[in-house]
């Protein structure tokens, strides 16, 4: 396999690579990808387009493992999966948060893809960014049932029974995978790095919406504060992202008015 870097092009490295012939398919792709160590002193950013054999399926995850297997193993992103489950494979995809796995070539309906690291997270390094405030922002919100008759890290006792219509209120929430794609499309995480995010606050309504649970003094603290659940203003570019059909923007919504309810029930 022959491996070409033209010289003399700082911003921009094109890496020609010997394709093998396939049988059933030879069309190529050019996949444009972010390149930056922020660590790594001198280290620009930049994006390194790469030819990539395009194989009937083939996703953008694949688009990248294909890339580091043949032509550039330094290159990073994070997958697990492959399925759409673990929600590890966020990246921005021709300028859209999407999930790579999850994303085939063929629909993009291109020749050309651009694949970048989310937007309102930092970057570690390429396409790979840092989740930390985001499973912060998650777990601030207490994202689990509260008993107070145990005490809240103990286990209950017995089943607690649920109607299909108390189930159903808060169901569509517990599709979430923590991908963080909502989270990177929002305007105001790009505004408000404390602002908890769709992601957190759909979860707090989930639970806090959850007949079992007895813990809304205890979260409320958190989603009624300057960085909870008032901060949005209902952009919708969250639950237009989302993966997994959540709608993480009306969650916030109802969140709101669940605030507004307990705030001046009467005693
Ligand atoms: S609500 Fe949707 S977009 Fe947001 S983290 Fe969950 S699955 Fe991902
Ligand atoms: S690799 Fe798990 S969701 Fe994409």
Same mark, same amino acid.
């Given at each position: &396999?022959?491996?070409?870097?033209?010289?003399? +092009?700082?911003?921009?490295?094109?890496?020609?690579?010997?394709?093998?012939?396939?049988?059933?398919?030879?069309?190529?792709?050019?996949?444009?990808?972010?390149?930056?160590?922020?660590?790594?002193?001198?280290?620009?950013?930049?994006?390194?387009?790469?030819?990539?054999?395009?194989?009937?399926?083939?996703?953008?995850?694949?688009?990248?493992?294909?890339?580091?297997?043949? /032509?550039?193993?330094?290159?990073?992103?994070?997958?697990?999966?492959? %399925?759409?489950?673990?929600?590890?494979?966020? %990246?921005?995809?021709?300028?859209?948060? &999407?999930?790579?796995?999850?994303?085939?070539?063929?629909?993009?309906?291109?020749? /050309?893809?651009?694949?970048?690291?989310?937007?309102?997270?930092? /970057?570690?390094?390429?396409?790979?960014?840092?989740?930390?405030?985001?499973?912060?922002?998650?777990?601030?919100?207490?994202?689990?049932?509260?008993?107070?008759?145990?005490?809240?890290?103990?286990?209950? +006792?017995? +089943?607690?029974?649920?109607?299909?219509?108390?189930?159903?209120?808060?169901?569509?929430?517990?599709?979430?995978? %923590?991908?963080?794609?909502?989270?990177?499309?929002?305007?105001?995480?790009? %505004?408000?790095?404390?602002?908890?995010?769709?992601?957190?606050?759909?979860?707090?309504?989930?639970?806090?919406?959850?007949?079992?649970?007895?813990?809304?003094?205890?979260?409320? +603290?958190?989603?009624?504060?300057?960085?909870?659940?008032?901060?949005?203003?209902?952009?919708?570019?969250?639950?237009?992202?989302?993966?997994?059909?959540?709608?993480?923007?009306?969650?916030?919504?109802?969140?709101?008015?669940?605030?507004?309810?307990?705030?001046?029930?009467?005693?």
């Amino acid at each position: &396999m022959v491996v070409e870097i033209k010289q003399g +092009e700082p911003v921009e490295k094109i890496l020609h690579v010997s394709v093998p012939t396939l049988a059933t398919d030879t069309r190529t792709i050019l996949l444009r990808v972010y390149r930056h160590n922020p660590n790594a002193r001198g280290d620009e950013p930049r994006m390194v387009t790469y030819r990539v054999p395009c194989t009937k399926g083939l996703t953008v995850l694949d688009a990248l493992l294909w890339v580091k297997e043949h /032509v550039d193993n330094g290159l990073a992103f994070r997958y697990s999966c492959r %399925m759409g489950i673990c929600g590890s494979c966020g %990246m921005l995809i021709n300028g859209k948060p &999407m999930l790579g796995c999850e994303t085939q070539i063929s629909e993009l309906g291109t020749d /050309v893809v651009e694949v970048g690291p989310l937007t309102n997270y930092p /970057v570690v390094r390429d396409v790979a960014t840092d989740f930390t405030d985001f499973f912060s922002h998650h777990n601030r919100v207490r994202p689990y049932l509260i008993r107070k008759e145990n005490g809240e890290d103990k286990p209950v +006792e017995k +089943e607690l029974l649920q109607t299909e219509e108390q189930k159903l209120e808060y169901y569509q929430f517990t599709m979430c995978i %923590m991908c963080g794609l909502c989270d990177a499309a929002c305007p105001i995480v790009a %505004m408000d790095r404390e602002f908890l995010g769709p992601q957190a606050l759909a979860q707090a309504y989930r639970f806090a919406i959850d007949s079992r649970d007895q813990g809304w003094t205890e979260r409320a +603290e958190v989603v009624d504060s300057p960085h909870g659940c008032f901060r949005c203003e209902l952009a919708g570019s969250c639950s237009a992202v989302c993966p997994k059909g959540v709608d993480p923007g009306m969650g916030v919504q109802l969140l709101k008015r669940e605030v507004l309810k307990r705030r001046f029930a009467r005693p």
